[in-house]
């Protein structure tokens, strides 16, 4: 959580560059724009918009994808108890899938709109609770599922190249000996990459779920429709927006995450084994 807090505004910079529309016109010339505008309007604090959204979501998030991808793994391991990268990226994509239905998709859309909405004349949500309230009083539980059918694309692609990513450099470091110890800076290092793969691979369908949660989604019928409207009035590079600032948050929260799953998976092989 500490982690979260530390770079969160690299989140918040991200969110804000990918909702601001070409069309409109753009609101921030980039990333220390941004930042500047920020902070001159709402103070440093302005930078943790929505956070505790993230906060609240973490652990969950974190439980039903490393839960689901040890058992869906478990059951996809060869007799040696070796998990090619194919299969790999397949546990991943089934556990992204999970993820996104039961925590990341509420847990996101309430960030989207927390933080879209600071850039309103008016505010409107004083709080996490207050936020949740309206949103639900205001559209129903459905509003909290905003983007449900782009977030499942985001996440399930997501956990499908990270995963594959890790299990093929895994797969490479251990050679012919699945059980060959990983030293957590070796972990950190491979999560890193994944991490990087997974930015550039979807940074795409991480624009489009960011623009069909925001408070303008009513403008889109559907995430094609999303996407079709995108390329046609603000053009490719636009499929990009928040890169950079996301590139350096998800490296660190992806190696950091990994070292921790390796080391309490092994922590439980220990505790747990029974021979």
């Not at 010339?29 to 941004?34: K, L, M, P, Q, V």
């Not at 990226?89 to 879209?116: D, N, Q, R, S």
């Amino acid at each position: 959580m500490p982690f979260i807090c530390i770079t969160f505004p690299t989140e918040y910079v991200k969110t804000q560059l990918q909702l601001d529309e070409k069309a409109n016109p753009p609101k921030y010339r980039g990333i220390n724009d941004c930042v500047k505008q920020t902070v001159q309007g709402h103070g440093v604090r302005g930078l943790y918009r929505g956070l505790s959204s993230l906060l609240y979501g973490s652990i969950p998030k974190s439980a039903v994808r490393f839960g689901i991808f040890e058992f869906l793994s478990n059951h996809a391991k060869d007799e040696s108890g070796r998990l090619d990268s194919t299969r790999g990226m397949l546990c991943g994509l089934g556990a992204g899938v999970m993820e996104a239905v039961l925590v990341v998709c509420p847990m996101e859309t309430v960030k989207v709109k927390f933080i879209h909405d600071q850039t309103s004349a008016k505010p409107k949500y004083r709080g996490f609770y207050h936020g949740v309230r309206e949103i639900v009083r205001e559209q129903g539980i459905r509003g909290t599922y905003q983007g449900l059918t782009a977030t499942v694309l985001k996440q399930g692609s997501n956990q499908a190249i990270r995963f594959f990513v890790m299990t093929s450099l895994k797969n490479w470091y251990k050679g012919d000996d699945p059980t060959k110890a990983m030293n957590p800076l070796v972990t950190g290092m491979f999560g890193a990459i994944a991490g990087a793969a997974s930015v550039f691979g979807n940074t795409p369908l991480d624009v489009i779920k960011t623009r069909m949660q925001g408070l303008e989604a009513h403008k889109y019928k559907s995430t094609l429709d999303c996407a079709v409207k995108i390329m046609r009035y603000e053009g490719l590079a636009a499929f990009y927006k928040g890169t950079v600032p996301r590139l350096g948050r998800v490296c660190l929260d992806v190696a950091l995450v990994f070292i921790i799953y390796e080391e309490v998976v092994k922590f439980l092989n220990v505790v747990w084994k029974t021979d």
